[in-house]
């Protein structure tokens, strides 16, 4: 089991934003992900696939936003370390800057992990599971 501590965003709003490791090949990008149940796949910055050189898909992906606002993005496949964990994943790449972190959705992240979220202890329990669907 893998334990982080909630990120504190204001003195009043904390989240469960945990630290990870985008790599393709020889290259890699320190970067951070937010734990979110409701997103059906992992999405990450655009601008990390294009330093990280990562072959994106010509199909635009739409997605909505919780504002409704439609974006696009495109498929490509990363490998993903989270606590020394590291597994290769397909995720969506999209313009998303105001967020300063990527999204740990359905597929890609929960299938991989079982999930704990305390809000009152502030920590996010992570468990890899031994079989992926």
Same mark, same amino acid.
């Given at each position: 089991? &893998? /334990?982080? #501590? !909630?990120r504190?965003?204001? #003195? =009043?709003? %904390?989240? #469960?934003?945990? #630290?990870?490791? @985008?790599?393709?090949?020889?290259?890699?990008?320190?970067?951070?992900?937010?734990? $979110?149940?409701? %997103? $059906? !796949?992992?999405?990450?910055?655009? =601008?990390?696939?294009?330093?990280?050189? /990562?072959?994106?898909?010509?199909?635009?992906?739409?997605?909505?936003?919780?504002?409704?606002?439609? +974006? &696009?993005?495109?498929?490509?496949?990363?490998?993903?370390? &989270?606590?020394?964990?590291? !597994?290769?994943?397909?995720?969506?790449?999209?313009?998303?800057?105001?967020?300063?972190?990527? &999204? @740990?959705?359905q597929?890609? *992240?929960? $299938?991989? *992990? $079982? +999930?704990?979220?305390? !809000? =009152?202890?502030?920590?996010?329990?992570?468990?890899?599971?031994? =079989? +992926?669907?």
């Amino acid at each position: 089991m &893998i /334990v982080f #501590p !909630y990120r504190q965003v204001t #003195p =009043q709003i %904390a989240r #469960p934003v945990i #630290p990870l490791v @985008l790599k393709n090949k020889s290259k890699f990008a320190l970067y951070s992900g937010l734990i $979110d149940s409701g %997103a $059906d !796949y992992c999405i990450f910055n655009i =601008q990390i696939a294009h330093e990280l050189n /990562v072959q994106l898909s010509s199909k635009k992906h739409k997605l909505k936003s919780i504002a409704r606002e439609k +974006v &696009i993005g495109y498929l490509g496949k990363v490998e993903i370390s &989270i606590n020394g964990t590291s !597994y290769n994943l397909t995720a969506i790449f999209a313009t998303m800057e105001e967020f300063g972190h990527g &999204i @740990l959705g359905q597929k890609g *992240f929960f $299938d991989h *992990f $079982d +999930v704990k979220l305390s !809000y =009152q202890k502030q920590t996010i329990e992570l468990t890899k599971l031994k =079989q +992926v669907n």
